[in-house]
């Protein structure tokens, strides 16, 4: 059997965790013959990164790295949604509002997860309003990617 992409793997196997429901034969068997081909490896000194196929190309970003961008994403986008005026004013005022909460002060009527997911994200925040309507706007044109298989529970058998 061949090993799927190992991203699409681990997608397919959270959203089913997301559920809540016990991971289908078919994903249990994905999963151990992935694991099966990489523990020798491991094993051998190699990387775990590398022998599960999640080590990135020379000169791309980590996934953790991508990962944590991505909730900084999410949520300046969600907040670019409680901003008012023009798209450079909305950004603007979403960075005014993360640098108070980051100061300590209260910001009313905006969700204080979302300030505290943009900061502990670990990324850094953008520097200019414009800089978070491009992210909110990008957010905006792409739909959610979503796993459309019949262990993800989004499909019935």
């Known amino acids: 059997m061949a090993t799927p992409d190992p991203i699409a793997l681990l997608q397919r196997l959270s959203a089913r965790a997301?559920?809540?429901?016990?991971v289908s034969a078919e994903l249990a068997d994905e999963v151990l013959a992935w694991l099966?081909?990489?523990a020798p490896l491991i094993l051998s000194g190699v990387p775990p990164a590398e022998a599960l196929?999640?080590?990135p190309s020379p000169g791309s970003r980590s996934l953790a790295r991508v990962y944590r961008k991505s909730l900084r994403d999410d949520a300046l986008t969600?907040?670019?949604?409680?901003?008012?005026?023009s798209q450079q004013q909305r950004g603007?005022?979403?960075l005014g509002w993360i640098d108070a909460h980051r100061d300590g002060y209260p910001v009313p009527?905006?969700?204080v997860e979302c300030l505290d997911e943009v900061l502990a994200a670990g990324e850094?925040?953008?520097?200019?309003?414009?800089s978070v309507a491009r992210i909110a706007k990008a957010r905006?044109?792409?739909?959610p990617a979503v796993t459309v298989a019949r262990d993800c529970g989004t499909v019935e058998p």
Do not use: K, M, N
């Open 18 to 22: 997301a559920t809540g429901r016990p």
């Open 36 to 38: 099966t081909d990489a």
């Open 53 to 55: 196929g999640l080590r």
């Open 78 to 85: 969600r907040l670019y949604e409680f901003a008012d005026g």
């Open 92 to 94: 603007e005022t979403v």
């Open 109 to 111: 009527g905006v969700p």
């Open 124 to 130: 850094s925040v953008p520097t200019d309003g414009g």
């Open 140 to 143: 905006a044109a792409v739909a």
